[in-house]
């Protein structure tokens, strides 16, 4: 497959159209980015990488990091964690507050905003010192050192971040939250802050096409039928609202972020990670979206 000529041809295609997205602000320090950004990194099980564009330049991953946390709470946690939380998409805005009320404080899923922060309740009581150890278990699984935290971008989030305050609350008062709800917040604002270029993070997602075990060491850094169950949540929830439309246009595993990348697999085949700023009315990359439907389509690697 020639993957390259592929990934040029459908880019440039992309880049000759309006974005017709607007770039996050509603957290004041994602705005700063400039809205023609746009890079893509693909990498293939068998050892090899495409690329096009700014896909070595870092990026918030926003939402990304969900599928992080999961990783790690259910590695630490096994199912007994679903007590606390549900696989089922919301069919709702990734910080709704309405379906937790009348849902008794549980959260549909792990990939919207309510979901992620009982995981991050989780891993702080888990992990001895969770900022620093959940970093950790990132940089392990990507081999580089250098991935951090923008504190910057944590900070904007925290002092917008009403919404996520609010979930947190109302789930503290159903009981769902142990530990003190400012801890939780913050340890939330740092994953989302994390940042990575689309070739870190495209080679961060190959674990989830290689069933659990790193591409790179040959360690299983998640059992095959957790990379399994995983990747089952992403199809199903990992675009909020719009988790349905990503699966009838693309047809992979996948996770967006308010950052505008996106990361998805092909198990069994490769990873790829798209990144360009501007969003949809759903909070998803609209280039990042309308390239991975082009891109499956060409390549006939859909899922489906
Ligand atoms: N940090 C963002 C928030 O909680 C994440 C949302 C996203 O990336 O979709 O609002």
């Not at 990939?111 to 009982?118: D, Q």
């Amino acid at each position: 497959m020639d993957y390259q000529h592929i990934i040029d041809n459908i880019s440039k295609e992309i880049l000759s159209t309006s974005s017709r997205g607007e770039v996050a602000s509603y957290i004041p320090e994602l705005s700063n980015v400039s809205p023609d950004k746009f890079g893509i990194h693909l990498t293939t099980l068998s050892g090899n990488d495409f690329s096009y564009g700014d896909n070595l330049d870092r990026f918030s991953i926003q939402s990304i990091s969900k599928v992080l946390t999961l990783t790690l709470a259910f590695k630490l946690k096994g199912t007994s964690m679903w007590t606390r939380l549900g696989v089922e998409p919301s069919g709702n805005p990734f910080n709704s507050l309405v379906q937790l009320e009348y849902e008794n404080g549980i959260p549909r899923n792990p990939l919207i905003n309510s979901g992620a922060l009982v995981i991050s309740d989780i891993l702080i009581t888990e992990l001895e010192n969770p900022k620093k150890d959940f970093l950790e278990f990132v940089r392990s699984i990507s081999g580089n050192s250098s991935i951090s935290y923008n504190q910057k971008i944590a900070e904007s989030e925290n002092k917008h971040g009403h919404r996520n305050a609010a979930l947190v609350n109302l789930m503290k008062s159903f009981e769902n939250i142990n530990n003190n709800v400012d801890e939780v917040l913050d340890f939330y604002y740092h994953q989302c802050s994390l940042e990575m270029n689309c070739k870190e993070l495209a080679h961060i997602f190959l674990l989830y096409a290689n069933r659990g075990i790193s591409p790179y060491t040959g360690k299983e850094l998640i059992s095959a039928s957790k990379a399994k169950r995983i990747n089952a949540i992403m199809q199903t929830c990992g675009f909020y609202d719009q988790s349905g439309d990503f699966t009838f246009k693309v047809g992979l595993p996948g996770k967006s972020g308010v950052g505008g990348g996106i990361g998805a697999v092909n198990p069994g085949v490769y990873s790829i990670a798209v990144w360009s700023p501007p969003l949809n009315k759903k909070g998803n990359s609209v280039r990042g979206i309308n390239f991975l439907e082009q891109l499956t389509t060409d390549t006939q690697s859909s899922i489906f």
